[in-house]
């Protein structure tokens, strides 16, 4: 399968040529929004908990992300990611809201998790506060809060949750079956897979390297970042990503670091991160024929 990334002068902008494509497709990337709707429906120390917390202007992270969805509908895309920290929490009044929004886009969406939507207020990151959580992603899921794809124009779009730094056995699986499927693979996750180029800017903007299967962290930064080191199925979905091996999957897409990022990864893809939407990113993504 042949494909092309088109460099453009705006990271704003992707631009994929994909052979064979049946027709052109566009779809929109909304990563990292952080808003923060919590009201006092669960108390109100949970409310004043979320206030403390969050030095993000609630009514310009709204502003972002509702003009976000009003632009995707103008361009009908044919799909909208969402690949996570949509919100900073899951307290009911920032999930109803969310629901709410998202009911205003016209075309279909996939959602992912990132580590913020699913933290709740005094409960510190953990898979076990994810676990706890988790039920409350089913309805921008399909249910599924851990993995889904859909299929637009003849691309797969994958999306996984690694919102833990992890891979779980299920998710390595699924990846595999869907690769398998022999379709033009966009895959779709919060948290951005190391590649050395994309360390250097990371480690300036958050002092620890921040991306699944990173190398460079120390027991110190694990600990404070609470997370642990790789587990087997991490790597192993790490190297069949590099290792591509039906060739076909053609990009990945992140958030989590907050700033735009474009880079080869493994063979013949690219990895692009999206500037964090709470400052007015987001990523159009054009896939064209190629001739
Ligand atoms: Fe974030």
Request: aromatic share 12%; proline share 4%.
């Amino acid at each position: 399968m042949k494909f092309e990334h088109v460099l453009t002068a705006n990271e704003k902008q992707t631009l994929i040529r994909v052979e064979r494509l049946a027709k052109p497709t566009v779809l929109f990337h909304i990563t990292d929004s952080h808003m923060h709707e919590t009201d006092d429906r669960e108390g109100i120390e949970i409310w004043a908990e979320s206030v403390r917390q969050y030095s993000f202007d609630a009514l310009e992270t709204r502003t972002h992300f509702n003009r976000s969805l009003d632009y995707a509908n103008e361009l009908a895309v044919d799909q909208v990611v969402l690949t996570g920290d949509i919100v900073n929490g899951a307290t009911l009044n920032n999930l109803d809201y969310l629901d709410k929004r998202l009911h205003t886009l016209r075309s279909p969406y996939l959602y992912t998790p990132g580590n913020h939507d699913w933290e709740y207020p005094f409960e510190p990151w953990s898979e076990a506060a994810r676990s706890s959580q988790y039920a409350k992603f089913d309805r921008f899921t399909n249910a599924n809060p851990s993995y889904q794809s859909a299929e637009v124009n003849g691309i797969n779009l994958v999306a996984i949750d690694n919102s833990t730094y992890q891979i779980t056995d299920d998710q390595l699986a699924f990846m595999e079956r869907q690769l398998a499927r022999g379709l033009p693979t966009l895959l779709f996750m919060h948290i951005p897979i190391y590649i050395p180029s994309l360390l250097e800017d990371v480690m300036r903007e958050w002092r620890s390297p921040i991306m699944m299967a990173a190398e460079g962290w120390d027991a110190k930064l694990m600990a404070e970042w609470m997370i642990e080191e790789p587990r087997a199925a991490t790597i192993d979905f790490y190297r069949m990503l590099m290792d591509n091996p039906y060739a076909n999957l053609v990009g990945l897409f992140c958030g989590h670091i907050h700033f735009a990022h474009r880079d080869a990864f493994g063979r013949g893809a690219y990895q692009y991160v999206t500037k964090a939407g709470f400052s007015g990113g987001y990523r159009t993504i054009r896939l064209l024929p190629m001739h």
